[in-house]
């Protein structure tokens, strides 16, 4: 009960933050927010949310909430795994907003008012999971963490107030590191969202709001940039080496289709950053040829 008392008061405070960050904005959405809800599809997508959530935080009892708690405390970790966990904090807000908005949208709550309830959603889970960790004797409540979560969750309300946001996108990578794979083998426990050097999170651009109209026509309306950050070579002590990636991307939303399910299947593969042609600066080396993380990549 305690658990379920903890997510609901971070629901109520991310609604607090997203007013204290937006001013009037959420007021306007709900105001301007005409809905046609329908019933039986908003209490299936409460179900299986409740269920999600609940098998979620079984999950992340046995991989992280295991072992003495303490009182709450605050645990500044902003260099952490050279900042990559920051980025991961950042991608899983934004990737729980969208999700949430999609599905909001599905059981025919309005546009605006589902971007809103998304953002407030994803903010709250990773808030909650946050205020788990304040309680655990190995982590604390992390300020770095926790404005990461803010960051990565306002992105869908932000681009709402500033469309040209919206030519810019957050996704991910992943392939899992041999550091992961030994420990496997080794039955020793691990959880892959925490293996940082098997991740590469990508920031996307679709260039073709600073391309001419007679460029536009040229650049197939799928194809985009992607700027990847990750790390490799890590160790206790969290140093490593930093990579860095500037490649092509692809927008696969933007392929034309009158199938619901490719539709759907393309919005979903938006979220993760696919192999492709760039180059890359790793162990202060420039390298040229096709990237998806450090370890699956062909160079030249």
């Known amino acids: 009960m305690k658990r379920w008392k903890m997510f609901f008061a971070a629901i109520a405070g991310s609604e607090v933050i997203l007013t204290l960050l937006l001013g009037s904005l959420p007021t306007r959405i709900l105001a301007q927010d005409s809905t046609n809800i329908q019933t039986g599809r908003l209490l299936l997508v409460g179900g299986v949310t409740a269920a999600s959530v609940a098998l979620v935080d079984i999950y992340q009892r046995d991989a992280w909430w295991q072992g003495e708690r303490e009182p709450f405390r605050f645990e500044n970790d902003w260099e952490y795994a050279l900042n990559i966990d920051k980025l991961g904090h950042a991608y899983g807000g934004y990737s729980e907003a969208k999700l949430a908005r999609s599905v909001l949208q599905w059981t025919?709550?309005?546009?605006?008012?589902s971007i809103f309830y998304g953002t407030a959603i994803g903010l709250a889970y990773q808030t909650y999971v946050e205020i788990e960790d304040g309680y655990h004797k190995s982590y604390g409540f992390s300020p770095g963490?926790?404005?990461?979560?803010?960051?990565?969750?306002?992105?869908?309300?932000?681009?709402?107030?500033?469309?040209?946001?919206?030519?810019?996108?957050?996704?991910?990578?992943y392939y899992p590191s041999n550091q992961y794979l030994n420990d496997l083998r080794s039955q020793t426990f691990r959880v892959f969202i925490d293996d940082y050097e098997g991740s590469v999170y990508w920031i996307t651009m679709d260039p073709h709001f600073l391309l001419g109209k007679d460029l536009s026509r040229i650049v197939p309306d799928w194809l985009g940039l992607a700027a990847g950050f990750g790390?490799?070579?890590?160790?206790?002590?969290?140093?490593?080496?930093?990579?860095?990636?500037?490649?092509?991307?692809?927008?696969?939303?933007?392929?034309?289709?009158?199938?619901d399910f490719l539709k759907a299947l393309f919005g979903a593969m938006d979220f993760f950053h696919f192999p492709s042609p760039g180059m890359a600066i790793q162990d202060s080396k420039l390298k040229f040829g096709i990237f998806y993380t450090y370890h699956v990549q062909l160079t030249l």
Do not use: M, W
């Open 231 to 259: 790390v490799h070579n890590l160790n206790d002590s969290g140093t490593g080496s930093r990579l860095y990636f500037l490649t092509l991307d692809y927008n696969f939303s933007r392929i034309e289709t009158r199938s």
């Open 145 to 173: 963490d926790e404005f990461s979560d803010i960051v990565g969750a306002c992105i869908p309300t932000a681009q709402e107030s500033f469309p040209v946001l919206k030519n810019f996108s957050f996704k991910f990578s």
């Open 108 to 113: 025919g709550i309005s546009e605006r008012a």
